[in-house]
C-alpha cells in the first residue's frame, strides 16, 4: 500500500470526505481570488492612494492579528464542521452585501474598509478552523499530501481567478467578481453537509479558562523545538513576504503601466508558480525525504526573498510575470511544508492552538507588512516595495537561521554529552 502511494500528489483524494472538502473549496476559492483582484483594484481606483489600498488589507488582515490565539482555543473545543458552516455561512452575506453596493454604484471606500474588517473577523476563526480540519478527513499518513493538495487548489484558483477576474473587470464589471464570490462559498456549505469527520479530536466544552488555554499552547510551541523553529521562519515570511495585493496592483499600475486585465494576468503568472510549489510539496510528502524538507524550511525562505528585490528591478512585463511566478514557487512550497510539519508534530488536543499561531503568523501578521509595503511604494515608488520587502525578509531570515544552527549544535552536544556519560 505505501509504496503504490510513493511520490502520488494525490494520494489524499482516495479519502471521500477530503473529496468532498476539495471540490468544495476550489469552487470557492475561485470566487475568492476574483473578489481578491477585484476589491484591490476597486479602493485604489476609489482612492488613488497605495497606502490607503494597504490600509483596507491591513483591516482585513487585523483581526487574526488580534483574535487568532482566542480563535485557536475555541476550535480545540468546538466541531470544527459546525464552526466552517458557520464562517462560511457569514462570508456569504458580507460578499453579497459588497457585491450590492458596487453593482447599484453606490459603494465608498469605507464601505469596503467595513466589510473588509468583518470578513476578516470571520476569517479569524474559519482559517485555523480550515487547517486543523484536514487531519478529520485524511488522517495523519496522508496529511502532508492534504495539505499540499488544499494549496494546489488555493492556487489553482490562484490562476484561474485572476485571469478571469481581470476579463470580467474588463468586460463586465467589478460588481460580477463579489457576485460570484458570494456564490462559490455555497459550494464548501453543501461539502460540509455530506461530511462525515474522522472520530480523531473529542471536544471538550470546558469553560472559564481561555487565557490559560492560550498560554498552554504558546508554551507548548515554545518548547518543542521544531514547532518553535518553523514559527520563527513563519514569522519573517509572513510579514515581509506575502504583501502582494498591496505591492503588485501599485507596481502593475505605476511601473508596468498595466490596467485591469494586464493586472489579473500579472497575479495569474503568480498563482502559476505558487501552484507549482504546491503540487512539487505534494510529490514529494509520501517520499519522507528529509533534505529536501529541510532545504525547503531552511534555504527556500532567502531565494524566496531575493527573487522580490528581482520583481522591484524588473521592467519589462514578461519578465515581471517570470519572477512573480518563480517568487510564487518558493513562497507556497515554504508554506505547505511549514503547515504539514506543524499539523504533523502537533498533539492533537493542541493542533488548533497550533494552527491558530500559523494563521496569526501567516494571515495575522499581514497588516504589519501590508502598511509597511503601502509606506514605502507611497513615498518612493512602485518598485520600492518589492526591493525593501525582499531585503529586509533576507536582513531577518540570518539571526533566526544562525539561531537555529546554534540550536541544532547546543541540542547534538548535549546529545553526544549525555551518551558519553551514560556509556
Known amino acids: 500500500?505505501?509504496?503504490?502511494?510513493?511520490?502520488?500528489?494525490?494520494?489524499?483524494?482516495?479519502?471521500?470526505?477530503?473529496?468532498?472538502?476539495?471540490?468544495?473549496?476550489?469552487?470557492?476559492?475561485?470566487?475568492?481570488?476574483?473578489?481578491?483582484?477585484?476589491?484591490?483594484?476597486?479602493?485604489?481606483?476609489?482612492?488613488?492612494?497605495?497606502?490607503?489600498?494597504?490600509?483596507?488589507?491591513?483591516?482585513?488582515?487585523?483581526?487574526?492579528?488580534?483574535?487568532?490565539?482566542?480563535?485557536?482555543?475555541?476550535?480545540?473545543?468546538?466541531?470544527?464542521?459546525?464552526?466552517?458552516?458557520?464562517?462560511?455561512?457569514?462570508?456569504?452575506?458580507?460578499?453579497?452585501?459588497?457585491?450590492?453596493?458596487?453593482?447599484?454604484?453606490n459603494v465608498q471606500y469605507w464601505h469596503i474598509l467595513v466589510l473588509a474588517t468583518i470578513l476578516g473577523v470571520v476569517n479569524t476563526l474559519d482559517m485555523p478552523a480550515r487547517q486543523s480540519f484536514v487531519i478529520e478527513l485524511v488522517g495523519k499518513e496522508d496529511l502532508m499530501n492534504a495539505i499540499a493538495l488544499n494549496s494546489s487548489l488555493f492556487n489553482i484558483a490562484r490562476v484561474v481567478g485572476?485571469?478571469?477576474?481581470?476579463?470580467?473587470?474588463?468586460?463586465?464589471?467589478?460588481?460580477a467578481c463579489f457576485f460570484a464570490n458570494a456564490i462559490s462559498f455555497t459550494a464548501v456549505v453543501i461539502s460540509l453537509i455530506f461530511i462525515k469527520p474522522l472520530d480523531i479530536h473529542k471536544v471538550t466544552n470546558k469553560g472559564g479558562k481561555i487565557l490559560t488555554d492560550i498560554t498552554d499552547g504558546l508554551k507548548y510551541i515554545r518548547h518543542n523545538e521544531i514547532l518553535f523553529d518553523t514559527v520563527l521562519y513563519m514569522a519573517v515570511m509572513g510579514i515581509f513576504v506575502m504583501n502582494f495585493n498591496v505591492l503588485v496592483p501599485v507596481f502593475?499600475?505605476?511601473?508596468?503601466?498595466?490596467?485591469?486585465?494586464?493586472?489579473?494576468?500579472?497575479?495569474?503568472?503568480?498563482?502559476?508558480?505558487?501552484?507549482?510549489?504546491?503540487?512539487?510539496?505534494?510529490?514529494?510528502?509520501?517520499?519522507?525525504?528529509?533534505?529536501?524538507?529541510?532545504?525547503?524550511?531552511n534555504i527556500v525562505p532567502f531565494i524566496t526573498s531575493a527573487f522580490l528585490i528581482i520583481t522591484g528591478l524588473t521592467r519589462n512585463y514578461l519578465l515581471a510575470g517570470v519572477c512573480l511566478a518563480l517568487t510564487g514557487i518558493g513562497f507556497v512550497?515554504?508554506?505547505?511544508t511549514a503547515n504539514s510539519t506543524m499539523q504533523i508534530n502537533a498533539k492533537n488536543e493542541y493542533r488548533g492552538r497550533?494552527?491558530?499561531?500559523?494563521?496569526?503568523?501567516?494571515?495575522?501578521?499581514?497588516?504589519?507588512?501590508?502598511?509597511?509595503?503601502?509606506?514605502?511604494d507611497e513615498h518612493f515608488g512602485g518598485s520600492a516595495g518589492f526591493i525593501a520587502c525582499g531585503a529586509v525578509s533576507i536582513l531577518l531570515l540570518i539571526p533566526v537561521y544562525i539561531y537555529k544552527a546554534k540550536s541544532k549544535g547546543i541540542v547534538a552536544d548535549k546529545n553526544q554529552q549525555e551518551g558519553i556519560y551514560s556509556g
Open 1 to 105: 500500500m505505501k509504496s503504490s502511494n510513493y511520490n502520488n500528489p494525490f494520494t489524499a483524494l482516495r479519502h471521500k470526505n477530503f473529496r468532498y472538502f476539495w471540490i468544495g473549496m476550489c469552487i470557492s476559492m475561485i470566487g475568492t481570488w476574483m473578489q481578491n483582484i477585484a476589491q484591490p483594484w476597486l479602493a485604489y481606483s476609489i482612492t488613488k492612494s497605495p497606502f490607503l489600498l494597504s490600509l483596507v488589507s491591513m483591516l482585513q488582515f487585523a483581526p487574526v492579528l488580534l483574535f487568532s490565539l482566542f480563535a485557536g482555543v475555541l476550535i480545540d473545543k468546538f466541531s470544527k464542521k459546525k464552526i466552517l458552516l458557520l464562517t462560511q455561512s457569514a462570508s456569504i452575506v458580507i460578499t453579497l452585501s459588497l457585491a450590492i453596493l458596487v453593482w447599484t454604484g
Open 162 to 175: 485572476p485571469a478571469i477576474a481581470g476579463i470580467v473587470m474588463g468586460s463586465v464589471g467589478l460588481a
Open 252 to 297: 502593475a499600475k505605476e511601473v508596468l503601466h498595466q490596467e485591469e486585465t494586464g493586472f489579473g494576468f500579472l497575479m495569474s503568472f503568480l498563482g502559476l508558480g505558487s501552484f507549482i510549489g504546491a503540487m512539487f510539496v505534494a510529490a514529494i510528502s509520501n517520499s519522507n525525504s528529509e533534505k529536501a524538507i529541510k532545504f525547503i524550511l
Open 333 to 336: 512550497a515554504f508554506t505547505s
Open 354 to 376: 497550533v494552527m491558530s499561531v500559523y494563521a496569526l503568523l501567516f494571515a495575522g501578521s499581514t497588516p504589519i507588512g501590508n502598511l509597511y509595503a503601502g509606506l514605502i
